[in-house]
């Protein structure tokens, strides 16, 4: 998407979130001043595209479920081959001099567990789009949710509206975090980083989407079959590849199927 115009641009991004967010795209790249001196390159979950975000100079690129990425580079082989090494976390080059920098690692969530709805409720900071997405999965997988927010989408008004979820029309407070085992934070960059300070030495676990390296737990992309819950995760670091796999078992494991 290049050279973003101001006017409308609030309808256009929320139809980017949309369309884009339903086909599975999970994150934006923001490139500012790509080739010129000081260009950046920024990612961001597909969620918290936003028009404080971006201007005239800005290019915006959605990488789709083709795209690796390798050390510094995003590739979307299509074709030409599976060369090269595999997926790395994180893009942090200067788009002038092509210099990489070593970028810090997301944490490795090797376990996967489930839980039981006695775990609940889970407290969920953030309702947006990326925050709808999340809640969504929690309610299917049993959990009861308390929302805590000024401002919702209006899916997840009705769903509070329906007494589905619990929401609370106010900004997170270090209280929440006291009386919640665990919490899930979708909120972007800036506001994740002023969250994560009143969570400090609560002893609450965190799954925090806009900054996955200070969190303790990620979600799965998971679905039922019978008895049985199937996950696929990566801790955030490839969730429209995990989106993409659970498809695929999803299709491969068929419906109404004895696994015996």
Known sequence: ??????????????????IFG??????????????????????IPLGD????????????????????????????RR??????SGPEDHINTDPVAGKREEAEPLPDYSLMA???????????????????RKITTLL?????????????????????GGGKISWERRSIERKDFLEHPLALIALPPKETEQVLSLA????CLLNCCGDPKSGHWALAAQFRRGVFTVGVGSGGKDPS?????????????GEGEVYR
């Open 140 to 160: 299917g997988g049993g959990l009861a949710v308390k929302l805590v927010s000024p401002e919702a989408v209006p899916e997840l008004e009705e769903l509070a």
């Open 241 to 253: 590849g995990s989106a993409a796999l659970k498809e695929k078992l999803m299709k491969a494991l």
């Open 114 to 132: 489930l839980l039981s709805p006695a775990a609940g409720p889970v407290l969920v900071a953030g309702g947006g789009p990326v925050g709808l």
């Open 22 to 43: 339903g086909a599975g795209y999970c994150e934006a790249l923001l490139v500012r001043d790509g080739g010129r001196p000081g260009g950046t390159v920024r990612r």
């Open 79 to 84: 074709g030409y081959g599976s060369e090269g």
């Open 49 to 76: 595209l936003a028009p404080d975000l971006v201007d005239m100079r800005t290019l915006i690129l959605l990488p789709g479920r083709s795209v690796e990425r390798a050390g510094g580079l995003y590739l979307d």
């Open 200 to 203: 400090k030495g609560t002893g």
């Open 1 to 18: 998407l290049y050279n973003p115009v101001k006017r409308g641009l609030e309808e256009k991004l929320r139809a980017v979130r949309e």
